[in-house]
């Protein structure tokens, strides 16, 4: 969605929202509430699932209400899936699988971030696409398919740093490079993990700004897992060191509790518990909210290990409490994020079965719009359509088009011989050669009105369109003549100088003394090089 195209309120609207999430600053909501009002107003399906999708956003990370998030996206859906905003739906699913992985669905969370990445590439935003792939092997990661894990991560970072200017660039070349280090050392690949620190290292060296501090946190986590597994105290107490007052710096501890716990696993193993000790009095002092359960159960099984391991009876126990309150409270969430993903998907069916049945019937309206009634072949304004985007075509390659006009002698002598239902039926049956016709590469036929046709032949020459005309006449059983005008447009020439200059060719017929001067009825007229200025007619 672009915000060029609206007018100067809402893109202050869009202005202002933007700066409030900057600033964290209460009147957010309200900006969404003036956004979705005007959508309501106007009936803009794009400005309204925005509005609800931003809305969804707020309940989601602000209020961690999951009942009012779950509403918010259905009702963004419904709106977006009318105008097939794929960008938009693609920010839907992205919520969706964040809320996943908060739930501890990674599955779940994996395929989302794959239906959004694959959405942003079909509208050719390649960047954005990237970075969910980014997302896909981050969870990737966490689900323990390394190798998949890696390839995601190597494919979206290769798009990724082609986009310099981008405002987390730095952040995310750094991501990818900790990503497939990790996978790495997971994988007992410490020598390509030992790479992937010295590249994360380097690149952090080389930019004039400062990483994030999750970043910073990220690489120095990282640094010290390896160093562990490598069995390298003093560098290891270093990094450890480090990320213990990163950690002290951080505003969120939910979004680094996989990592910290994966991190805690290496500690309890070679029983460095003065560590432990600092790790969980800051986890402790950083209370997780209520809302994160997945990370919540995280840090309260890191935790119960921990005290496990210690031999500490007291805490441990408390903390077995924790972990069965939490366990019960997270397996309630993931009930209920699945019912909410069902209904999800069954609202995305139906709106997609309505509108297989709309764009059906407008397809059938414009049949019935654009066909003629009796011979069945595109009427005057299927004509002018293709007259003008054939034109165009001709025009930008520099290729011929030939416009032949046909029309039928003697037809009201017919009806009065024969009767206008034969006269029709005579009618019917050049319809049904034009249409046969029709079906060739190049041609395209349709009544012009009364008893006049017209064919439309894309780069033939002179010779091409004549033969064409002369099996027509054989195929006919009532006399017809053909005026012809094929040429190359030219800069000043327009579409209908074509059809003029046929009907003149076409008149000059019809008012020669005998059809065989103008050999067998069909005559050809140039294209002058100036516009005829030749009104246009529709019907």
Not at 241 to 251: F, G, I, N, S
Not at 333 to 347: G, S, V
Not at 420 to 438: F, K, N
Not at 509 to 535: D, E, H, M, W, Y
């Amino acid at each position: 969605m672009t915000i060029e195209h609206y007018d100067q309120s809402i893109q202050e609207l869009f202005h202002q929202y933007r700066e409030y999430v900057r600033t964290a600053d209460p009147r957010r909501p309200g900006v969404i509430k003036q956004l979705r009002k005007k959508g309501l107003e106007a009936g803009d399906d794009a400005l309204l699932g925005c509005s609800y999708r931003l809305l969804a956003e707020y309940e989601y990370f602000v209020c961690g209400n999951y009942r009012a998030f779950h509403e918010a996206l259905r009702q963004a859906m419904r709106h977006l899936l009318r105008i097939d905003d794929k960008s938009q739906m693609a920010q839907v699913f992205y919520l969706i699988a964040i809320d996943a992985i908060n739930k501890g669905m990674y599955d779940i969370s994996c395929n989302y971030f794959l239906t959004a990445s694959n959405l942003l590439e079909r509208e050719g935003l390649d960047k954005d696409a990237a970075i969910m792939r980014a997302s896909v092997a981050h969870v990737l990661l966490m689900l323990g398919d390394y190798k998949e894990s890696i390839r995601h991560t190597r494919s979206s970072g290769a798009v990724i740093r082609r986009y310099k200017t981008h405002s987390n660039y730095a952040s995310n070349v750094v991501c990818g490079y900790v990503e497939e280090g990790t996978a790495s050392l997971m994988l007992g690949k410490t020598g390509k993990a030992r790479q992937c620190l010295d590249k994360a290292e380097r690149f952090a060296a080389s930019r004039k700004l400062p990483l994030p501090v999750g970043r910073r946190f990220d690489v120095c986590l990282f640094a010290a897992r390896l160093a562990l597994t490598e069995k390298q105290n003093r560098r290891a107490k270093s990094y450890l060191d480090e990320t213990v007052a990163l950690m002290e710096q951080l505003p969120h501890l939910a979004d680094y509790a996989e990592d910290i716990s994966q991190l805690g696993d290496l500690l309890i193993a070679q029983k460095k518990f003065d560590v432990l000790e600092q790790i969980i009095r800051i986890t402790k002092k950083k209370k997780i909210s209520a809302d994160a359960v997945n990370a919540r159960r995280i840090m309260v099984d890191f935790q119960t290990e921990y005290y496990l391991a210690a031999g500490k009876e007291k805490q441990l126990m408390e903390s077995y409490r924790l972990q069965s309150e939490i366990h019960e409270k997270l397996i309630r969430e993931q009930k209920n994020t699945y019912r909410h993903a069902q209904d999800l998907i069954r609202l995305i069916n139906e709106l997609r079965q309505e509108q297989v049945r709309l764009r059906s019937l407008r397809d059938e309206l414009v049949f019935k719009a654009e066909t003629d009634a009796l011979t069945r072949i595109p009427n005057r304004r299927a004509l002018n359509r293709n007259l003008e985007e054939r034109f165009e075509t001709a025009y930008a390659n520099h290729t011929r088009l030939g416009v032949c006009l046909m029309d039928v002698n003697g037809l009201k002598r017919y009806n009065d011989t024969y009767g206008h239902p034969a006269g029709d039926r005579c009618l019917a049956h050049i319809g049904d050669v034009l249409y046969r016709l029709s079906k060739q590469d190049r041609i395209f036929a349709a009544r012009y009105g009364g008893d006049e046709f017209v064919l439309i032949c894309e780069q033939m020459t002179d010779g091409e369109i004549r033969k064409i005309l002369l099996r027509l006449k054989e195929d006919i059983p009532i006399n017809v003549s053909a005026g012809v005008c094929n040429a190359v447009p030219g800069d000043k020439n327009r579409c209908w100088d074509l059809l003029a200059n046929a009907d003149q060719a076409l008149y000059a017929v019809k008012n020669s003394s005998g059809l065989a001067s103008c050999r067998n009825g069909i005559r050809f007229r140039k294209l002058p090089p100036f516009s005829q200025q030749t009104p246009h007619v529709s019907d």
